[in-house]
């Protein structure tokens, strides 16, 4: 296999040392970070996958440093795929970022509230059963595989548990800052997956575009789904529904939607899948 990747997403070995990976399937493995340097070659890939191959428009901080970078990942945690067969050198393919309700709250609040008014699911929630909100997911083009994938949510699932979490939130993308390209693909999502009012939250006015564009007649579900980008079909296999109303990204070049997750709606089958017991390293 070429490597697609940039030096900046490689890891030294002593680094991963410092913790055990919390799944590990052959030469991959799921862990969180807890060096900088991770954190790092996580931002690495992101700015690859975001500006590179997405076309997101890079601050000049970010085009320098060749990393896409803001003040959550400084607060959040990083969970990374990393391939250790490589070049030599371990790199990050795959990454999440997590952030709890407790440390938003501490901080500056969920990175999705700048798109989404979230307070419906914050006053439904408890400290028993907190948010957790998911973010900047990306893998690797050659990584783009059922094993990096399900990976990350047996990784995702473990930290649900750790956590006690009720609901998992976030934004997912459409391609593209042009909603009449997704008028079936939003469509479709309104009419079949919207959330109850107390889970749905609302994106704000200055970017909202509505979803529902089409009568739920005049949409082929079938063909509107498969059109899906493959992150929200794998949420819809676990049980998302969306929020009211897209939200237009200029930054990122993408049409958002907001999805919610309740954890105990996740099907017994995928909960074995992504968090098979005493399955660890």
């Given amino acids: 296999m070429s490597l697609p990747l940039s030096h900046a997403t490689a890891v030294p070995p002593s680094l991963l040392a410092q913790a055990p990976a919390i799944h590990r399937v052959g030469q991959l493995d799921v862990r969180l970070a807890v060096s900088p340097a991770e954190v790092a070659a996580a931002q690495a890939l992101r700015y690859q996958i975001f500006y590179e191959e997405m076309g997101a428009r890079p601050t000049a901080q970010m085009a320098a440093a060749r990393r896409d970078i803001d003040p959550y990942d400084a607060v959040c945690d990083h969970l990374l795929v990393v391939d250790h067969g490589l070049d030599g050198s371990p790199h990050v393919v795959g990454t999440y970022r997590l952030l709890r309700q407790s440390v938003a709250e501490a901080h500056q609040g969920f990175y999705s509230a700048q798109e989404y008014d979230l307070s419906p699911l914050i006053a439904q929630s408890s400290p028993h059963s907190q948010?957790?909100?998911?973010?900047?997911?990306?893998?690797?083009?050659?990584?783009?595989?059922?094993?990096?994938?399900?990976?990350?949510?047996?990784?995702?699932?473990?930290?649900l548990q750790r956590h006690n979490i009720g609901h998992m939130f976030g934004c997912a993308s459409l391609p593209g800052a042009n909603p009449l390209l997704h008028a079936a693909e939003?469509?479709?999502?309104?009419?079949?997956?919207?959330?109850?009012?107390?889970?749905?939250?609302?994106?704000?006015?200055?970017?909202?575009?509505?979803?529902?564009?089409?009568?739920?007649?005049?949409?082929?579900?079938?063909?509107?789904?498969?059109?899906?980008?493959?992150?929200?079909?794998?949420y819809l296999r676990v049980g998302a529904m969306v929020g009211n109303g897209g939200f237009i990204d200029?930054?990122?070049?993408?049409?958002?939607?907001?999805?919610?997750?309740?954890?105990?709606?996740?099907?017994?089958?995928?909960?074995?899948?992504?968090?098979?017991?005493?399955?660890?390293?």
């Fill in 131 to 159: 948010l957790l909100e998911l973010g900047r997911s990306c893998v690797a083009p050659a990584w783009r595989n059922n094993t990096t994938i399900t990976l990350l949510w047996r990784g995702i699932a473990t930290y």
């Fill in 250 to 281: 200029t930054q990122f070049n993408t049409t958002d939607v907001f999805v919610v997750m309740p954890v105990d709606r996740i099907t017994s089958r995928y909960a074995a899948r992504f968090a098979a017991a005493n399955d660890s390293n």
């Fill in 186 to 234: 939003l469509s479709y999502l309104h009419h079949n997956h919207l959330a109850p009012p107390h889970l749905r939250a609302t994106a704000h006015p200055q970017n909202h575009v509505p979803m529902n564009q089409l009568d739920a007649a005049a949409i082929d579900s079938r063909a509107a789904a498969r059109a899906l980008p493959p992150l929200i079909k794998g």
